[in-house]
């Protein structure tokens, strides 16, 4: 997911690199995007500047970056052998992740930067949203394997139907989306 950063023959790169995911990630919660500068990153997480640059052309490179690492991280399904548990935690964890999360503020910021940005879009859709798309498949696509659904399931229009009922909640409504409203969603599968 991370692009690969070479640095000196001390592996600083690797803290660096990691320092500065983290800062951007802390420094968008208290400032919002507007106010997240690569000045305020560099300061934050203890680098130069022109180190940051050497890395990411903007401040969006670094932000998606931290984003999708901890995306992967948070929302790949864990396998209960089960559908209906491997999406109660799936979808918990999902709503988790948006709505309390440093990550899920990173998510919003460029959602809504994607608004008025169509290359951030493509690239957000491109390369983000369509890994964890594929997440968010696996569980549907074991219980396929196991025979809990059939063969010919329409895997996609389920992840649709289900992911997008939260993302509705977090980025259209705001409303809560509690653990009675995410275990609520797969009671009809």
Known sequence: ????????????????????LEAADDLLVEHGFAGL?????AARAGVAKQTIYRWWPSKVDILLEAFGDDQA????????????ADLREHLAAMADFLTTS????????????AQH???????????????????DRLPFERAVARGELPADTDIDALVERL????????????????????DALITPL
């Open 1 to 20: 997911m991370g692009t690969d950063h070479h640095g000196n023959r001390y592996g600083r790169s690797e803290r660096a690199r990691q320092a500065v």
């Open 37 to 41: 500068t690569v000045e305020k990153i």
């Open 73 to 84: 991280e948070a929302l790949t399904p864990a396998d209960h052998g089960s559908l209906a």
């Open 102 to 113: 440093d990550a899920g503020a990173v998510y919003r910021a460029l959602i809504g930067q």
């Open 117 to 135: 940005d169509p290359a951030l879009a493509a690239r957000l859709r491109d390369t983000h949203l369509a890994a964890q798309h594929a997440r």
């Open 163 to 182: 992911v997008g009922a939260v993302h509705y909640r977090v980025l259209v409504t705001g409303a809560p989306v509690s653990r009675d409203f995410t």
